[in-house]
């Protein structure tokens, strides 16, 4: 192989690796602008812990309250029939 060959072998592969490097470095930058991007929808939409710890408090008040309802039905329930077993 002549000198001149070695150049031309040596800028080939060379153009080579360039164009490679810059292909590669195109995508993981589409992909990190993808990444991002998801990133932020996933902020906008998906509930945070707090968001999350405020709703399930909001739900267990609406379950207590309804529980202490049920407790007091029952005593009343409980007040009719004893002074029906009174009367009779």
């Given at each position: 192989?002549?000198?001149?060959?070695?150049?031309?072998?040596?800028?080939?592969?060379?153009?080579?690796?360039?164009?490679?490097?810059?292909?590669?470095?195109?995508?993981?930058?589409?992909v990190r602008?993808?990444?991002?991007?998801h990133?932020?929808?996933?902020?906008?939409?998906?509930?945070?812990?707090?968001?999350m710890?405020?709703?399930?408090?909001?739900i267990?008040?609406?379950i207590?309250?309804?529980a202490?309802?049920?407790?007091?039905?029952?005593s009343?329930?409980d007040?009719v029939?004893?002074?029906?077993?009174?009367?009779?």
């Open positions: 192989m002549t000198p001149e060959q070695m150049v031309y072998l040596v800028l080939a592969v060379g153009g080579a690796v360039g164009s490679a490097y810059w292909r590669f470095s195109t995508i993981i930058s589409k602008d993808e990444l991002a991007a990133k932020l929808h996933t902020a906008e939409i998906y509930v945070t812990k707090t968001g710890q405020e709703q399930t408090q909001a267990m008040k609406a207590d309250s309804v202490e309802r049920l407790d007091g039905m029952n009343r329930l007040r029939f004893e002074s029906k077993a009174r009367a009779s």
